[in-house]
């Protein structure tokens, strides 16, 4: 008669980490150059020191093309505060090559930029979530990683003004939340967003704005689209 085995079969201990525990494991260490800056304009910058790395360990046609046009406006921070439109506008170009093999020196360095510019970079946040969120239509793993942490980043920086602004943040939000979208955008647009509406001081205000696109699109309620508690 066989006997059954009395060895424990090994737990499967993945789990997948909500937005809110992802964006806790993200250490930045922001410099607040602004008074820095008065003493001098050299100091050196992270998107500077981020162009010189990638040049190294990238060697593509693509990041190569990216280089030529931003290595002369960034080895101080004098110069990424002068060039910053033209920074911006090369990201945003590079970042649509279709196909392009610098995807994570483009993206890694949209956090270096915005390391940099601090408060100055919150104005272009929504040009860029629009372009990073449709690199996550992708099978790509790597891709979906290096785009999902640019994300998380670009949160950490800049998560109070995004607070201040939820009803625009909220526009650019529910597009993400359609049938078109795979599940694991939709996740993380409903558990990003509703970290973002938990830090509402006084939410009465953005309700009524919620309130009134649900008169609008009926079919979808907020706690259905954020993935809230009813006790929120």
Not at 129 to 149: H, M, R, S, Y
Request: charged letters at 25%; aromatic letters at 12%.
């Amino acid at each position: 008669m066989a006997t059954r085995s009395t060895e424990k079969r090994p737990e499967n201990r993945h789990r997948f980490k909500t937005f809110s525990e992802r964006l806790s494991e993200v250490n930045i260490d922001v410099v607040h150059r602004i008074s820095r800056v008065r003493d001098s304009q050299d100091i050196d910058t992270h998107f500077g020191e981020g162009v010189q790395k990638w040049k190294e360990l990238n060697c593509t046609q693509h990041f190569t093309q990216f280089y030529k046009e931003v290595c002369q406006k960034c080895s101080n921070y004098a110069q990424v505060v002068h060039h910053e439109a033209s920074l911006v506008a090369a990201l945003k170009t590079h970042l649509q090559v279709p196909d392009s093999l610098a995807l994570q020196p483009l993206l890694d360095l949209v956090v270096q930029l915005a390391r940099d510019l601090q408060t100055d970079f919150y104005p272009h946040f929504g040009e860029f979530f629009l372009l990073l969120v449709p690199l996550l239509n992708t099978q790509d793993t790597d891709v979906i990683e290096w785009t999902f942490t640019c994300l998380l980043y670009l949160f950490k920086f800049l998560w109070r003004h995004l607070v201040r602004d939820i009803t625009q943040v909220y526009s650019l939000y529910c597009p993400l939340l359609g049938k078109d979208h795979k599940p694991h955008i939709k996740n993380f647009a409903a558990e990003s967003f509703a970290f973002l509406m938990r830090k509402v001081r006084d939410p009465s205000d953005f309700f009524d704005f919620i309130f009134q696109d649900l008169a609008k699109n009926p079919d979808v309620s907020p706690a259905q689209r954020f993935h809230l508690p009813s006790s929120f």
